[in-house]
């Protein structure tokens, strides 16, 4: 999270220092959204429950392991992403 965090602000500043601040926010903005997205691919989220349960017959425990793994990462990894989008654009509007 912390990483997030770090990569959210600096890319915040370097696109709103360097362009416009509206770019910033959407730069960020859609970084956290599509980390959000593949978290939820990852997770299995948007497919159905026959779906769940059919993918849950053929997958070892290492691949739900690694699965559930980089959909924690990406989600975390989004949230500051998200979290500094939201408010740099409280602060510009």
């Known amino acids: 999270m912390i990483s997030g965090t770090v990569l959210g602000l600096i890319t915040a500043l370097a696109v709103g220092l360097l362009g416009n601040w509206e770019v910033a926010i959407q730069t960020t903005g859609g970084i956290g959204v599509v980390s959000w997205l593949l978290a939820g ?3 299995g989220a948007f497919i159905s429950c026959d779906r769940t349960r059919a993918n849950e017959s053929i997958e070892t425990a290492d691949d739900k392991r690694f699965r559930i793994k980089f959909s ?15 408010f740099m654009y409280l602060i510009t509007k």
């Open 41 to 43: 691919i990852l997770s």
């Open 72 to 86: 924690s990462l990406l989600f975390l990894l989004g949230l500051p992403f998200l979290v500094t989008a939201l």
